[in-house]
Structure formats: structure tokens, C-alpha cells
């Protein structure tokens, strides 16, 4: 549970400005195997503010963000971030 509650204050940290409803009860984890999944998120409007894109955000929703952090290869290995349902 203390890893959970480092680990999502971290991804609020990262992922906060671009998503809404970061909590404990739409993160899946299973943090030493690397595999981390939050669901049912909302786009915030200014989530793509830094990319000066002539576009703007006014809802959006993405119905699942998946992480695959491969720990024992960190250097050699990319991170996954997938992203599914993006509305």
C-alpha cells in the first residue's frame, strides 16, 4: 500500500497537468512487475497547451493509460506508455 501511495503521488506529480481524477481507486498496479494501468481519466483543457499546436482542448477523456517500466533493464529498455480510448 506505501508503494501505491508513493507511486501515484508521483504520477500526479508527472501526469497532473495533463489529466484529471489521478486517485487511488482508478490505479491498478503491480509495481514490481512493472505493469501500471489508470483508467477513466479527463483531459484537462491546457493539457496540450506546451505543444503550441493550433488545437484546443475543450473535453477530452482517455479510458485507460498504461505503463510498462521494465526495472532490471531500465537502461537498455524503453518505458510503454500506451494509451487507449482517447476521446
Known amino acids: 500500500i506505501m508503494a501505491k501511495s508513493l507511486l501515484l503521488?508521483?504520477?500526479v506529480?508527472?501526469?497532473g497537468k495533463y489529466v484529471e481524477g489521478l486517485n487511488s481507486e482508478n490505479l491498478q498496479v503491480g509495481v514490481w512487475s512493472g505493469k501500471i494501468e489508470l483508467?477513466?481519466?479527463k483531459l484537462k483543457s491546457t493539457?496540450?497547451?506546451n505543444l503550441h499546436l493550433p488545437?484546443?482542448?475543450s473535453r477530452g477523456s482517455l479510458k485507460k493509460l498504461k505503463l510498462k517500466i521494465p526495472w532490471a533493464h531500465l537502461e537498455s529498455k524503453p518505458v510503454r506508455v500506451i494509451l487507449d480510448g482517447i476521446y
Request: hydrophobic share 60%; proline share 0%; glycine share 0%.
Open 47 to 49: 493539457a496540450l497547451d
Open 13 to 15: 506529480e508527472y501526469l
Open 9 to 11: 503521488n508521483i504520477l
Open 55 to 57: 488545437i484546443k482542448v
Open 39 to 41: 483508467l477513466n481519466l
